[in-house]
């Protein structure tokens, strides 16, 4: 097995928004703010090269939508999906599986495009399964009001007009092991409903791929939680359990949204579960 970072794009989010309740005094110490008060935020999908399969999670916002709409999110950098695919020797077309840990657009914005003549959209990687979950699926399609706005219609309802939409299963308690793309998955409701993070079992460590459940370093201590979370008492029962886990059995974090620091471990302190030690992806990945 080989692994890859494969970096979307980077873009700005409200830093109020980001850490909820939590003031701004507290939250700016590791997550600076600009003048506009929006912070660094990555969109850090992971590439799994494992057999004759090549599986990416997730996919980044995509370059699909307006520039009205891009303008809400200050893009940053350089970096794309198909430029970082390149730049491992890599092409879309190589792409055998995309497993998306939740279907909100700055996840699965990557996975639709316009088609030539823009009359309708069609699929980024034609030759991928898409993989998702029944009921993370029955939620984003019929969306509440809070969430509306991240689950982007033209985002999701082409992967499953595709043919190419695939589910992985649910679990009795938390953890599903040995999905169909051969790692487990850790299943949280705080974000949204069953968001996935996938555990992958790599040279005897345990990586585990954050998404929403950690964004970035400054999101560990249990009361900082995003203001995006639909059940924000839910995230904090899920941290703590999952960060525990962590420290006990010293995973590496890969953080998808954490512009800055891309791999951690965590310890156990008298404050809680804390930043241990941090590392890039070419030290884990070498």
């Not at 507290?26 to 003048?35: E, I």
């Not at 939620?139 to 509440?144: H, I, Y």
């Not at 999701?156 to 040995?178: A, D, H, M, V, W």
């Not at 904090?236 to 059995?249: H, M, P, R, V």
């Amino acid at each position: 097995m080989k692994l890859y970072p494969i970096n979307s794009g980077n873009f700005k989010l409200d830093g109020g928004a980001m850490f909820g309740v939590v003031p701004k005094t507290l939250w700016q110490r590791t997550n600076p703010a600009d003048a506009n008060n929006l912070i660094d935020i990555a969109a850090r999908c992971l590439l799994i090269e494992d057999g004759d399969r090549l599986i990416l999670i997730d996919t980044g916002m995509g370059n699909k939508q307006s520039d009205k709409f891009f303008g809400y999110y200050s893009l940053w950098g350089n970096d794309t999906l198909d430029g970082s695919l390149k730049a491992h020797g890599f092409h879309r077309d190589d792409i055998t599986d995309v497993f998306l840990t939740h279907l909100h657009f700055d996840h699965s914005g990557g996975c639709i495009e316009w088609n030539k003549n823009k009359t309708g959209y069609q699929p980024v990687f034609k030759n991928a399964h898409y993989w998702s979950n029944e009921d993370h699926w029955q939620w984003a399609t019929q969306p509440n009001n809070r969430e509306k706005a991240s689950f982007l219609k033209e985002n999701i309802i082409p992967i499953e007009e595709s043919g190419q939409l695939k589910f992985t299963g649910i679990p009795n308690s938390n953890t599903l092991k040995n999905s169909p793309l051969g790692f487990d998955i850790f299943f949280a409701d705080g974000h949204t409903d069953k968001q996935m993070i996938p555990l992958i079992h790599y040279k005897g460590n345990t990586i585990a791929f954050m998404a929403d459940l950690l964004p970035t370093v400054g999101h560990l201590p249990l009361p900082f939680v995003m203001g995006y979370d639909t059940r924000p008492l839910l995230t904090l029962n899920e941290k703590e359990s999952f960060l525990n886990l962590a420290a006990d059995n010293n995973f590496y974090l890969f953080l998808e949204h954490d512009a800055h620091n891309e791999i951690i471990t965590v310890k156990h302190t008298e404050k809680g579960v804390r930043l241990d030690q941090t590392y890039t992806t070419q030290d884990i990945f070498k």
